[in-house]
């Protein structure tokens, strides 16, 4: 019997359709990521100013850079929907929940707004979001099928963020703001990597030239424990250059053990790990990654202790409601014509 045939019809009552709607664009917005963006440009604007910066200018920043990291979400479920038609029926565009126009409309929605808030913190930011927006539609579009350049795109994505919160808390370049630099981008092109070990079945089976699927897995597992080995020793020489104190070193500390477990098993496994598997994986570094950047904002703002709590928190409920409801059970929905219709 096939997915299609089996899958359940989306119910057309109107309070129905707008409870999947909503779902449908949560999933979209995969809210168990989104504080990753915000936070590298928080910790950005923390560095480049000392802990100076103002605290509206500091939110702001925040608050583009989350709508960057969602607008690329959106145009990822864009651009990759034939390709998750046949590796992720289940995802919101090729199960018919939301339609490609919808999903490339909220899409330029996001990038309007990011836009306009960007050019209230200066023409620097604003012209630094719109070349931001451009990597990251790449991304989609063409660095993903281009084995490592993929993954090097998105890290060259997170040491935009930082870059973004940099130029808004003040722009001074300091040794601090060049090794985080490095952690931004070493770190986020290894957890990119991890993902498409995750996905290398779906990957493969639509011709995507994933960096997994051109080496193998042995060789991307590899690649990715020598990105994360990297991302540690520049993160390591951070937190001595910042002076780190107690609570910053603890959460480092706490990242870099979590970080060594999950690439460790991955290396030991020579890549060769069961999807699930590698989707437990990617979540623990999902909370790596928000200790480890609350780690460098905690050294000038004592709140980034209690900021490391809170989006831990709604990181992994967010994880338990959502991401594992349809990456572990995978529930297919059936699009139904009148679904297709107010879409």
């Known amino acids: 019997m096939s997915s299609r045939s089996s899958m359940p019809m989306i119910p057309t009552g109107r309070r129905d359709w707008v409870r999947v709607k909503a779902l449908a664009h949560l999933e979209m917005m995969r809210p168990y990521t989104m504080f990753h963006a915000g936070l590298l440009a928080v910790a950005g604007a923390e560095v480049a100013s000392a802990g100076a910066a103002a605290g509206w200018r500091v939110a702001l920043a925040a608050l583009v850079t989350i709508c960057g990291w969602e607008a690329g979400l ?3 479920d864009y651009y ?12 919101p565009v090729p199960s018919g929940r939301v339609s490609p ?3 490339f409309t909220t899409m330029l929605a996001l990038i309007a707004a990011g836009y306009v808030a960007a050019l209230a913190l200066g023409v620097a930011n604003l012209a630094l979001a719109v070349l931001t927006t451009a990597l990251g539609i790449a991304y989609s579009k063409t660095f993903k099928g281009h084995a490592i350049l993929g993954n090097f795109d998105r890290g060259v ?5 930082v870059a973004f919160g940099a130029l808004a808390g003040g722009g001074r370049f300091s040794l601090g703001l060049a090794l985080l630099v490095l952690v931004a981008f070493f770190h986020d092109s290894a957890t990119n990597l991890v993902g498409a070990i995750r996905d290398i079945e779906g990957d493969r089976a639509a011709g995507c030239r994933t960096a997994p699927v051109v080496y193998g897995l042995r060789a991307a597992a590899w ?3 020598a990105l994360a080995a990297a991302w540690m020793l520049a993160a390591g020489a951070l937190m001595i250059a910042l002076r780190a104190g107690g609570w910053a070193l603890a959460l480092f500390a706490a990242a870099v053990v979590l970080a060594v477990w999950t ?10 790990v069961a999807r699930m598997r590698a989707l437990a994986m990617h979540k623990w570094l999902v909370a790596e990654r928000i200790l480890l950047t609350c780690a460098v904002i905690a050294v000038f703002v004592p709140a980034g202790v209690a ?3 809170l989006a831990l928190a709604a990181s992994l409920g967010a994880q338990a409601l959502l991401r594992d409801r349809y990456e572990l059970r995978r529930p297919p929905v059936q699009p139904s014509i009148s679904m297709r219709s107010r879409a």
């Open 307 to 309: 900021l490391a709590a």
């Open 223 to 225: 690649i990715a424990g």
């Open 80 to 91: 990759d929907r034939e390709l998750d038609a046949g590796s992720k029926p289940f995802r």
């Open 74 to 76: 959106y145009a990822g």
């Open 101 to 103: 126009r919808e999903a």
């Open 157 to 161: 994505l997170g040491v935009c963020a």
């Open 263 to 272: 690439y460790g098993g991955l290396l030991a496994s020579g890549g060769r």
